[in-house]
């Protein structure tokens, strides 16, 4: 049994009629439980629980602070390389969009992590697109090596694999993973992917589960909200949160609620998802669980992201650059325009002003098997 099939009871659940009977007397009853069942966490995502966002977001405030303490631990990613072989209509590196293709050389992986070590951050989120033939698994296991020499904590956000190959790269020194679903409704994923690998709605799905019985000491999981109703997707990526952290309680489990940004081929998401539907979404999932990581990239602006903060967030990328060599090449085409441009200073200022501390390393290995 995988998530596929706990996914698959709401496969024809009428979400609109379970929102339109909730009372708004049920989410303050919830709000005041010490555990909550999915269903309660369905009815805090509900258009009736907007009106109680300030109880939600003062409980998930403590509730982080008593699990995660006040810290945030930043991150930044490393675009490896932008060849890709699937068109995804809502992403720039998308095969049918005109921009220069590049894979960094070892060499270049080099200088890059240089730079970014230069700023103090331990810990990094290394990218491509899906190409198995520009950026193979050998190639990511190569520059996984170059870069253990500079930070203590390197995650993959690539096409997904399989578990032996999750084992190979965890073998390098890989440690976590961040996959997204993109959209949870398997039509909508369908005219999303009209082509290419990633028509595989299962493999991806499954995807997470692979790389957790390799090993991996991470895992966040995320829907692009924007795609689809969002309380719906917001809802699946809990549950899928919740079955990880079950089902493999020896990893580290988180969500990431990115909204689609501006990018080339000029892609209009078709559900608008405002920053109070972002904040309901994150307090809910806080309330549901409690121990549960959530990453807020820079697709968000500055201001929100200050915000943010204090309301259930425990990881934050900081000077991101969504182009590969873009650290060096400053002409290069992003994957997708940046929100919050601050670099790694500005952002350790922000926490240290709002009573915070900004992590840069929260994990080491102490032994490889070398």
């Known amino acids: 049994m995988s998530f596929f099939e706990e996914f698959k009871r709401y496969d024809t659940f009428d979400f609109d009629g379970f929102f339109a009977c909730t009372a708004s007397d049920n989410v303050g009853k919830i709000i005041a439980k010490n555990r909550l069942h999915e269903r309660d966490y369905l009815i805090l995502l509900s258009p009736v629980a907007g009106h109680h966002l300030e109880e939600m977001a003062q409980k998930a405030h403590r509730l982080t602070v008593q699990h995660f303490g006040r810290v945030i631990l930043l991150y930044t990613p490393l675009y490896l390389s932008n060849f890709c072989v699937n068109h995804c209509v809502y992403c720039g590196f998308q095969i049918n969009n005109r921009l220069e293709r590049k894979r960094l050389t070892p060499g270049e992986v080099e200088q890059e992590a240089g730079i970014i070590a230069a700023t103090g951050l331990k810990h990094i989120l290394i990218l491509t697109g899906e190409s198995r033939q520009e950026s193979p698994v050998s190639y990511i296991t190569e520059c996984a090596h170059i870069l253990k020499q500079y930070f203590t904590s390197i995650s993959i956000e690539i096409y997904p694999l399989e578990e032996s190959e999750y084992a190979e790269l965890i073998s390098a020194g890989v440690d976590g993973l961040t996959i997204y679903q993109e959209v949870y409704d398997e039509e909508i994923y369908a005219q999303m992917h009209p082509a290419g690998p990633k028509r595989n709605y299962r493999f991806r799905l499954e995807a997470p589960e692979r790389a957790c019985r390799a090993g991996m000491r991470t895992v966040n999981v995320g829907t692009l909200l924007g795609l689809n109703e969002w309380r719906r997707e917001a809802f699946i990526t809990g549950l899928h949160a919740d079955y990880l952290q079950n089902k493999f309680p020896d990893t580290e489990v988180s969500i990431s609620p990115p909204r689609i940004r501006p990018h080339l081929g000029g892609f209009q998401p078709a559900f608008e998802v405002s920053d109070r539907n ?61 929100s919050d441009e601050r670099n790694v200073a500005e952002m350790a200022g922000m926490l240290y002003s709002q009573s915070y501390q900004p992590v840069y390393k929260d994990w080491q290995l102490l032994y490889d098997g070398i």
Do not use: W
Request: overall charge positive.
């Open 278 to 338: 972002l904040v309901q979404y994150m307090v809910a999932f806080r309330l549901f669980m409690p121990r549960g990581g959530i990453t807020i990239s820079t697709r968000e602006s500055a201001g929100l992201r200050d915000h943010l903060v204090k309301l259930g967030a425990t990881k934050m990328s900081a000077g991101s650059c969504t182009a590969v060599g873009g650290r060096t090449e400053y002409n290069s085409t992003g994957q997708f325009e940046i």
